[in-house]
């Protein structure tokens, strides 16, 4: 579903946020001051670690990528999230 998506306007859930960063998708969290706080966390997480932008204005973003003001932001490879393959290898490896 994720394969053709290079940019997502989202509301920044832990689910659609692993999506997101698992397929090299740049994200957008909107947030909204009605926003439980797992969303308003989630976001300023994403942008303190350079994962991907906050805005209140989903036009504003869309202006500003499309003058591309945002290809510096590290869109993390297909690895990021193997954490628990490169464990079991290690795990055989030793045994």
Known sequence: MFNNIKY???KP???????CLKNKIL???????????EFLNNAQCLKKK?????TK??????KDLK???FINKIRPNKYFF????QIISYIKSII
């Open 27 to 37: 994200i957008f969290s909107y947030i909204d001051k009605n926003y439980n706080d």
């Open 50 to 54: 350079n994962l991907g932008f906050t």
């Open 57 to 62: 204005s989903l036009f504003k973003s869309y």
């Open 82 to 85: 193997n954490g628990e393959v």
């Open 67 to 69: 003058v591309k003001k």
């Open 13 to 19: 859930g832990f689910g659609l946020i692993k999506d």
């Open 8 to 10: 997502a306007f989202i």
